[in-house]
């Protein structure tokens, strides 16, 4: 979310004149709009957080996927996310023993879309464990552009970056900080 720029308030000038119940629903409404206008100013200022022992629409559980898509079995699944104006920082740790059908590139749901932007600015770093590399020496975790994707890559020195596989079996402890888009709640 971002913060407001300008306020417009309602401005009835005819149930002002009127009095009464007129004026009285003008008051109501006017009431009514600065409230939402200070929750969207207040959530954007102290930020909204989202775990997997939040309760409703509140709630994040990291939720793993490959490109060819399948059904991942869990051992856990911990997640923590924290928006503050349009700043997301997501936190996950995930472990899985089996991937049904799942195939192709590995990634992340994250909660927030992330925000349109050139190439892959967005990039977090990843502890990895029992997982078998597709290449490279190490894996970090990219927020794909205008998507919820966080994709899974494997680095390291004088390896060109490629996506990480989908595994039968690993954990991945991750924490990524992206730029989101406008309003979601």
């Avoid at 996927?65 to 079995?73: A, K």
């Avoid at 997501?90 to 992330?114: H, I, N």
């Avoid at 894996?139 to 994709?151: F, K, L, M, P, S």
């Amino acid at each position: 979310m971002t913060l407001p720029t300008t306020t417009v308030l309602p401005l009835h000038s005819e149930r002002i004149k009127e009095g009464g119940d007129g004026l009285d629903k003008y008051i109501r409404e006017l009431v009514f709009t600065l409230q939402r206008q200070y929750e969207d100013v207040a959530q954007a200022v102290n930020g909204d957080i989202r775990s997997n022992v939040s309760q409703g629409s509140k709630q994040f559980l990291p939720t793993l996927d490959g490109s060819t898509p399948g059904t991942f079995t869990y051992t856990h699944q911990t997640g923590w996310v924290l928006r503050q104006g349009l700043m997301v920082d997501v936190w996950g740790d995930v472990e899985w023993s089996a991937t049904g059908t799942a195939a192709g590139d590995l990634f992340v749901e994250l909660p927030y879309k992330v925000a349109v932007s050139e190439q892959m600015p967005f990039v977090g770093i990843v502890q990895p464990s029992a997982i078998t590399y597709t290449g490279g020496t190490e894996i970090v975790i990219n927020a794909i552009n205008d998507t919820y994707r966080g994709e899974f890559w494997n680095t390291g020195d004088g390896f060109t970056t490629a996506n990480q596989s989908v595994v039968s079996s690993g954990r991945l402890i991750f924490h990524i900080r992206y730029l989101g888009q406008g309003i979601e709640r």
